[in-house]
Nanobody, 112 residues
């Protein structure tokens, strides 16, 4: 079993930044690719970013390219999502995903 706990969400003004963390317990993350997803009210869950097991390959949704950065620290069993230049349309619950496990999510609200 693998447990995932996201943190770092909150209320931020447009243009602001947040760093989300996804901490794993129960297993090491060394051999897993990891993804960040988000789900806004009334919308389907969508992929935001992913990173391979070694951290050498990353991918981003077009809507967040150039603003978000995914990274991982396998020694700390933690994955991060640095979010800069936040926009109101980034408002959502953000989830990390280590197939087939999901975290409980952390709310990000971008509003003035």
């Amino acid at each position: 079993q693998l447990q995932l706990v996201e943190s770092g969400g909150g209320l931020v003004q447009p243009g602001g930044s947040l760093r989300l963390s996804c901490a794993a317990s129960g297993r090491n993350l060394d051999y897993y690719a990891i993804g960040w997803f988000r789900q806004a009210p009334g919308k389907e869950r969508e992929g935001v970013s992913c990173i391979d097991d070694g951290g050498g390959s990353t991918d981003y949704a077009d809507s967040v390219k150039g603003r978000f950065t995914i990274s991982r620290d396998n020694a700390k069993k933690t994955v991060y999502l640095q979010m800069n230049s936040l926009k109101p349309e980034d408002t959502a619950v953000y989830y990390c995903w280590v197939p087939p496990y999901w975290g409980q999510g952390t709310q990000v609200t971008v509003s003035s």
